[in-house]
């Protein structure tokens, strides 16, 4: 059973990217550390080439979680609803005594939390789904059970 990537295009396009660039760039760039090294001598005692042959298992391990992701993706289409959250909402919430925040849900592998962009699967994104505007959500935060208030959705 595979797992579904949700993707927005933005995030589907960067990962396309950075595979491309993988196999087409960085592939040769190893490619040519472990040939180097191995002009070098002996591969047994070659820090140079045990490093280059980490970096290559390292580069082949993102090129097939990049193949597998976007093989599995589902692209999150706005559906024009913002009456209630859903993956591709964005969620302004406040926490009492504090500004208001504003928040992009999308799938996990795009999460980037400085950037306001919150996965789905994480404790405020999962707390967050389904919810409306002037909502009260409550939601475990490794600080303890935190209130928030659905300010808006878009």
Do not use: C, W
């Amino acid at each position: 059973m595979t797992q579904e990537t949700f993707l927005t295009r933005e995030g589907h396009k960067k990962l396309t990217e950075e595979l491309e660039y993988l196999k087409t760039v960085r592939r040769v760039e190893v490619a040519q550390a472990i040939h180097d090294a191995k002009i070098d001598g002996d591969v047994m005692e070659n820090a140079g080439y045990d490093e280059a042959k980490r970096q290559q298992a390292f580069l082949e391990g993102r090129i097939m979680t990049l193949e597998a992701m976007l093989k599995n993706a589902v692209l999150i289409e706005s559906n024009g609803r913002t009456d209630t959250v859903a993956l591709g909402s964005r969620v302004t919430v406040v926490e009492a005594g504090f500004e208001p925040e504003t928040y992009a849900i999308v799938g996990s592998a795009e999460a980037n939390p400085g950037a306001g962009r919150i996965s789905n699967e994480s404790p405020l994104g999962k707390a967050l789904m389904g919810h409306k505007a002037g909502d009260k959500v409550t939601f475990q935060a490794p600080s303890g059970l935190v209130e928030i208030k659905v300010v808006s959705i878009e």
